[in-house]
Each structure stands twice: as structure tokens, then as C-alpha cells.
């Protein structure tokens, strides 16, 4: 019974630090493939860069995630899109602050993963991991998923 109740709480408590607690950390950085190249923001305020990551060996798939960086400040990197990687992906500035991000199949209308972002205050996880993350939530205001 002491086995049980233990095994209980600790997978109880594996989840609940996974949900409430999830940060971008866990990304494999080892293996990441840079994506189209940077895109610089029409003020020249922001870059946006995109990653890829492999997941599952040759059965496996791609996850992408765009990364912002303020070029006012030393050292200031923000993912703010993570998602599964389609075929068709592209990042284009609107504006000054707002960046839009194509990611799906063209013939797939269902893969659609494609959204306009304001930098610094929306942010994207396809799972929504991010949106519920309590070390997350003063990084942005709006968080949109899947």
C-alpha cells in the first residue's frame, strides 16, 4: 500500500511540475539546425530566427521555434513560437513590433499552424504548455495553442 501511495504521488507530482512548470530549457540544443535565417524587424529592433530540432530517430519529426531577440538589449532571447514543423514555413515582419509565421502543408488544411505575433506580448506552444506554465505567464499576455 506504501508503494503504491508513493509511486501515486511521485508520478502525480512528475506531471504537475511538467504542466505548471514547463520552460523552453528542455529543447535540445545539441542537435538544433538553424532554419530560413534571420529576419531582421522594419525598425530594426528585433531579429527573428528559427531552429529546427529532430525528435524520434528516423520514425521521428521536426519541431520549429522562432526566437526573438531585442537588439537594444545584451542578451535577450525569447522563443516565442513552438510548434511541429510543416513542409511550407516562413517568417515575415508586418510591422515594427508584430511578425507573422506561415508553418503548414499546402495541401493540409488542417496543419495549419501559421499566426501574426506582437513580439513581447503573444507567444505560441502548439501544445500549450507555455500558456499554462506559472514561471511563463509575466512573459507575455496572450498565449495561443493548438
Known amino acids: 500500500m ?3 501511495v508513493s509511486g501515486v504521488f511521485l508520478v502525480s507530482s512528475i506531471y504537475l511540475y511538467e504542466m505548471y512548470f514547463f520552460t523552453f530549457s528542455e529543447i535540445d540544443r545539441e542537435f538544433l539546425q538553424e532554419g530560413p535565417g534571420s529576419v531582421l524587424s522594419p525598425t530594426e529592433t528585433y531579429t527573428a530566427n528559427a531552429y529546427y530540432e529532430l525528435y524520434g530517430g528516423a520514425a521521428g519529426g521536426v519541431n ?3 526566437e526573438i531577440i531585442d537588439n537594444t538589449k545584451k542578451d535577450n532571447a ?3 513560437y513552438y510548434s511541429d514543423a510543416k ?3 516562413s517568417m515575415e515582419w508586418i510591422d515594427g513590433n508584430n511578425l507573422y509565421i506561415l508553418n503548414e502543408e499546402r495541401d493540409d488544411p488542417a496543419s495549419k499552424r501559421s499566426i501574426k505575433l506582437e513580439v ?3 507567444i505560441y506552444h ?3 504548455l507555455a500558456c499554462q506554465s506559472l514561471l511563463m505567464k509575466d512573459d507575455y ?3 495561443y495553442q493548438n
Open 141 to 143: 499576455k496572450t498565449c
Open 120 to 122: 513581447g506580448k503573444e
Open 64 to 66: 520549429v521555434w522562432v
Open 126 to 128: 502548439e501544445n500549450g
Open 2 to 4: 506504501i508503494a503504491t
Open 78 to 80: 525569447k522563443i516565442v
Open 87 to 89: 513542409s511550407d514555413f
